[in-house]
């Protein structure tokens, strides 16, 4: 069956919105203060060692920026792929939004700063306090500051994910032009790769930072691995929620491709 025959069930964007609610409102105006209190204390903290140690301290820089690109792929295949907004903890912040985005594209150009930002912000904190917590001034001191400065970056390049993934979906001249040129130039998400992941039934090009591992990830069939490893050891079946079950089966990679594997699971 192509993708086009696809019997694709989705909720609809009026009850997806109507779950985002002040009460997490004030959990993400509460992570994004939380965020820049740890990662400012942390840059000031770092800021007398970069001038001794200024390679370790680009080479741990860009390992960040990359590793938040493989970030930003595997917490938005979590999203997409597992659980409902039922979800207990993660169904109403954090799956939520995702559901939104695949029925409603454009949702995400409406939000703003703290919608868009909060999710992220909330995941990247324990990261930050870690960071800040981190001593600097011991005998590892290099690969303390080297798991510092790396982790900070990512956690920076995390927060940033989803105001790139926005600037993705919004119309030519409503981006600042220096954005469009980074788009160009792919570092940061290009619009026009970013649209393959919106592509039914929506189970590739994850990574939405810079999408450079994309590409990757899925020659070497990353996440249909994992997907086959959950349904194998769980019987969970992926993009259930996202897509209804049956279109779910219809494209899950399952361990064995049989009618009676989909039968059982489809029962279960
Ligand atoms: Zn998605
Ligand atoms: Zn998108």
């Given at each position: 069956?192509?993708?086009?025959?696809?019997?694709?069930?989705?909720?609809?964007?009026?009850?997806?919105?109507?779950?985002?609610?002040?009460?997490?409102?004030?959990?993400?105006?509460?992570?994004?203060?939380?965020?820049?209190?740890?990662?400012?204390?942390?840059?000031?903290?770092?800021?007398?060692?970069?001038?001794?140690?200024?390679?370790?301290?680009?080479?741990?820089?860009?390992?960040?920026?990359?590793?938040?690109?493989?970030?930003?792929?595997?917490?938005?295949?979590?999203?997409?792929?597992?659980?409902?907004?039922?979800?207990?903890?993660?169904?109403?912040?954090?799956?939520?939004?995702?559901?939104?985005?695949?029925?409603?594209?454009?949702?995400?150009?409406?939000?703003?700063?703290?919608?868009?930002?909060?999710?992220?912000?909330?995941?990247?904190?324990?990261?930050?306090?870690?960071?800040?917590?981190?001593?600097?001034?011991?005998?590892?001191?290099?690969?303390?500051?080297?798991?510092?400065?790396?982790?900070?970056?990512?956690?920076?390049?995390?927060?940033?994910?989803?105001?790139?993934?926005?600037?993705?979906?919004?119309?030519?001249?409503?981006?600042?032009?220096?954005?469009?040129?980074?788009?160009?130039?792919?570092?940061?998400?290009?619009?026009?790769?970013?649209?393959?992941?919106?592509?039914?039934?929506?189970?590739?090009?994850?990574?939405?930072?810079?999408?450079?591992?994309?590409?990757?990830?899925?020659?070497?069939g990353f996440?249909r691995t994992s997907?086959r490893?959950?349904?194998?050891?769980?019987?969970?079946?992926?993009?259930?929620?996202?897509?209804?079950?049956?279109?779910?089966?219809?494209?899950?990679?399952?361990?064995?491709?049989?009618?009676?594997?989909?039968?059982?699971?489809?029962?279960?």
């Amino acid at each position: 069956m192509s993708n086009k025959d696809l019997k694709i069930q989705q909720h609809s964007a009026e009850e997806l919105r109507s779950l985002y609610t002040w009460k997490h409102r004030a959990f993400e105006i509460t992570s994004i203060v939380l965020f820049w209190t740890f990662t400012l204390a942390t840059a000031v903290k770092v800021a007398p060692y970069v001038k001794a140690s200024p390679w370790l301290t680009l080479a741990a820089f860009l390992t960040g920026f990359i590793v938040a690109d493989w970030v930003s792929g595997f917490v938005h295949w979590l999203a997409d792929t597992w659980g409902s907004t039922a979800t207990p903890l993660v169904g109403k912040a954090l799956i939520r939004p995702f559901r939104e985005h695949h029925v409603d594209q454009l949702a995400i150009t409406r939000h703003d700063y703290i919608e868009t930002n909060g999710n992220n912000c909330a995941i990247s904190v324990p990261w930050a306090l870690g960071s800040l917590l981190t001593p600097l001034d011991h005998s590892w001191h290099h690969f303390a500051l080297f798991m510092v400065v790396s982790i900070t970056s990512m956690i920076f390049w995390v927060m940033m994910t989803n105001q790139f993934h926005k600037w993705a979906h919004e119309p030519d001249d409503k981006r600042p032009t220096v954005v469009t040129w980074l788009q160009r130039l792919h570092l940061i998400l290009p619009p026009e790769h970013h649209q393959i992941h919106h592509t039914r039934p929506f189970l590739d090009y994850y990574c939405i930072t810079t999408g450079w591992l994309n590409w990757p990830l899925k020659k070497i069939g990353f996440y249909r691995t994992s997907e086959r490893l959950v349904t194998a050891y769980l019987g969970w079946i992926p993009r259930k929620d996202d897509i209804g079950l049956n279109a779910a089966l219809s494209v899950a990679p399952l361990p064995e491709q049989t009618e009676p594997a989909r039968q059982q699971l489809s029962e279960n």
